[in-house]
């Protein structure tokens, strides 16, 4: 089935269609929700949340958008909504966060040279590990490409917390990913 067919399977609210839609875009999809949780329960409630929204709406898909897209950017969406939504359990003072881990990465390893030795999961392990705000302000930027206005405009923040907390989030992620590392070599 192509994404025509189940495009216009899912119009008609067939079942078969709708299978289809999750079965190609899961594991995709599923990933983007991951960047954005704290852990894979979280991106699995993000998901189905998602996944409801988007079998609501599918009418809204155009031809000149693909169908992976267009559900990225629901799940991005959903993801943010999530975060809106839980926003009190989410006020973390960063010192606090920043305190709980002293060891620092050494200044001569470059951000290439630590992403080169770090497998992809230990990767998501340490974005998962950042405060909510920050892993979602890093995810926005760095990997689906929102700019820092529209970061803040569509968190409700100041374009300069946004700036404020990219910055924080590639220095927590950088030491993070670092300890995440180190503890693999001494087991």
Known sequence: MNETEIIKGCLKNDLVSQKALYDLFYGRM?????????DTDEAKDIFKDAFIKASKTIRNVNNSTSLELWLKKIMVNTAINHLRKNRQDYLIVSTVYA?????????EISDEELAL????????LAIQELTPAYRTVYNMFEVDDYSLHDISEMLDISESTSKSNLSKAKFNLRKNLWNIIKKRNVN
């Open 30 to 38: 599923l990933a983007v929700c991951l960047r954005y949780a704290k």
């Open 117 to 124: 030795v770090a497998k992809k999961e230990e990767i998501l």
């Open 99 to 107: 305190n709980e881990k002293q060891n620092n990465v050494p200044l």
